[in-house]
T-cell receptor
Framework: AQTVTQSQPEMSVQEAETVTLSCTYDTSENNYYLFWYKQPPSRQMILVIRQEAYKQQNATENRFSVNFQKAAKSFSLKISDSQLGDTAMYFCAFMKRINTGTASKLTFGTGTRLQVTL | DAGVTQSPTHLIKTRGQQVTLRCSPKSGHDTVSWYQQALGQGPQFIFQYYEEEERQRGNFPDRFSGHQFPNYSSELNVNALLLGDSALYLC?????????????FGPGTRLTVT
């Protein structure tokens, strides 16, 4: 079984600053995906960024980037130039990679509540 | 292109009652997964439907059951409701027959059991 741990229940950052959210995971799998999801107060879970474990290059999406350390089983999210709209719960999630034609499930951490302030 | 939709938005039930939640997947998707998110927690996987069959199941009792229809929409049924079933229920859809692995989430149904 996989576990995902987010050790920072809450974080705060000023607008335009940079913040890093931590995530560690435990798995015996070698092929998997990692995700960061954002859940604003509106409740809609939105995919922020994804990383394929077999890729060594860290994923980036505009102001969002990850630091993926496979050996350490660490997957942190960096948000640059923070904006008020980034205020939300952020969840780290794991998915085992399986063969095409079948589906897999997401295992989530407990989340980090990020508050962006003026 | 409509995303994942869920109904109802909110629901209040009494202990012992039964409830049905509904989900319509994103256009082109054929797989539906259900998650339970208790207050202040991350979502927990309940089960997943593909080709109208339950394909995977999380650690939830048999009181939780589901169904998938030929148009890929899905229902989540919970019998004999307990106070602990109060949560946000999220539906996520995906397309299984390709390398795509992303799950797209609906806005959720907030269930309150009194």
């Amino acid at each position: 079984a996989q576990t995902v741990t987010q050790s920072q229940p809450e974080m705060s950052v000023q607008e335009a600053e940079t913040v890093t959210l931590s995530c560690t995971y435990d798995t015996s799998e070698n092929n998997y995906y990692l995700f960061w999801y954002k859940q604003p107060p509106s409740r809609q879970m939105i995919l922020v960024i994804r990383q394929e474990a077999y890729k060594q290059q860290n994923a980036t999406e505009n102001r969002f980037s990850v630091n993926f350390q496979k050996a350490a089983k660490s997957f942190s999210l960096k948000i640059s130039d923070s904006q008020l709209g980034d205020t939300a719960m952020y969840f780290c999630a794991f998915m085992k990679r399986i063969n095409t034609g079948t589906a897999s499930k997401l295992t989530f951490g407990t989340g980090t509540r990020l508050q962006v302030t003026l | 292109d409509a995303g994942v939709t869920q109904s109802p938005t909110h629901l209040i039930k009494t202990r012992g009652q039964q409830v049905t939640l509904r989900c319509s997947p994103k256009s082109g998707h054929d797989t539906v997964s259900w998650y339970q998110q208790a207050l202040g927690q991350g979502p927990q996987f309940i089960f997943q439907y593909y080709e109208e069959e339950e394909r995977q199941r999380g650690n939830f009792p048999d009181r939780f059951s589901g169904h998938q229809f030929p148009n890929y929409s899905s229902e989540l049924n919970v019998n004999a409701l307990l106070l602990g079933d109060s949560a946000l229920y999220l539906c996520a859809s995906s397309y299984v027959a390709a390398s795509s692995y992303e799950q797209y989430f609906g806005p959720g149904t907030r269930l309150t059991v009194t």
